[in-house]
């Protein structure tokens, strides 16, 4: 076996492999399949914490296992909110954007620290961006397995463009009236469900998308410099002048 292939680089190689397990999933129309691509993302999840977990625990931790693990977290990210574009009418694509830019730049960022024979400071604040990202893809999976049970709320969306109305004044009002709907027993059950599961979506990828801005820019403020020529390993250079020297 490589030396490169330890428990926790294959368990990030893993959670890449499952990507596309996640997409056939989620992309079907019956209910249990979405769940079963819940369970995968869940699952996914697990291994992002356990592959980190591991190296440290175990001094494992390796320049391609701090690459490919951030890379395997983002291309599951990515790859989930690109999805729901396509499944809610509720998630806009300019919040999709601000969250790929950011995680693009955070991989560049590690690219050419890798290749200067540094490393980028993570911020505990990039860690809570992370957790409550995860946090808002696995709710965002529940609510449209809920519709896929119940009810589907597309048409609310469409009729609401229709009318010259912004996404979100659509979820705001779904919001409001879900909001009121708690002070009132004359609202069927299933109507109040509806009002969150139209409202929700819009709101906890908004605030996911706040949290990611600001975490990037924290970023960005504590790792300037790696943007900064020479783009060349400055490691690597002091050891060959050492061993000319010697």
């Not at 001094?59 to 989930?80: M, N, W």
């Not at 961006?129 to 709320?153: A, C, E, G, N, P």
């Not at 597309?154 to 109305?165: H, I, K, P, S, V």
Request: net charge positive; charged share 20%; hydrophobic share 50%.
């Amino acid at each position: 076996m490589p030396a490169w292939l330890n428990l926790p680089n294959f368990l990030t190689l893993l959670r890449i492999a499952m990507i596309p397990f996640f997409l056939y999933y989620l992309l079907s129309q019956h209910p249990r399949h979405r769940l079963i691509a819940l369970g995968i993302f869940c699952l996914a999840s697990i291994t992002d914490f356990f592959d980190g977990y591991l190296a440290r625990r175990w001094k494992q931790e390796s320049s391609l296992g701090r690459f490919l693990d951030p890379l395997a977290d983002k291309a599951l990210v990515i790859t989930t909110l690109i999805l729901f574009i396509m499944l809610d009418q509720a998630i806009p694509l300019w919040m999709v954007i601000v969250i790929i830019a950011r995680d693009m730049l955070v991989t560049l960022m590690r690219y050419l620290a890798i290749r200067k024979g540094t490393e980028i400071r993570t911020t505990r604040l990039g860690k809570a961006k992370t957790t409550f990202q995860m946090i808002s893809i696995v709710l965002i999976l529940l609510i449209l397995i809920v519709r896929s049970f119940h009810f589907d709320i597309r048409q609310t969306y469409r009729e609401g463009r229709a009318q010259g109305l912004k996404n979100y004044q659509i979820a705001t009002t779904m919001l409001v009236k879900a909001l009121q709907s708690l002070r009132s027993d004359e609202i069927p059950k299933r109507e109040r469900n509806r009002y969150f599961a139209e409202s929700a979506p819009y709101f906890l990828l908004l605030l996911t998308t706040i949290i990611t801005i600001i975490s990037g820019v924290r970023y960005l403020c504590t790792n300037w410099r790696v943007l900064l020529p020479p783009y060349t390993g400055v490691v690597q250079l002091r050891r060959k002048e050492e061993s000319k020297l010697a």
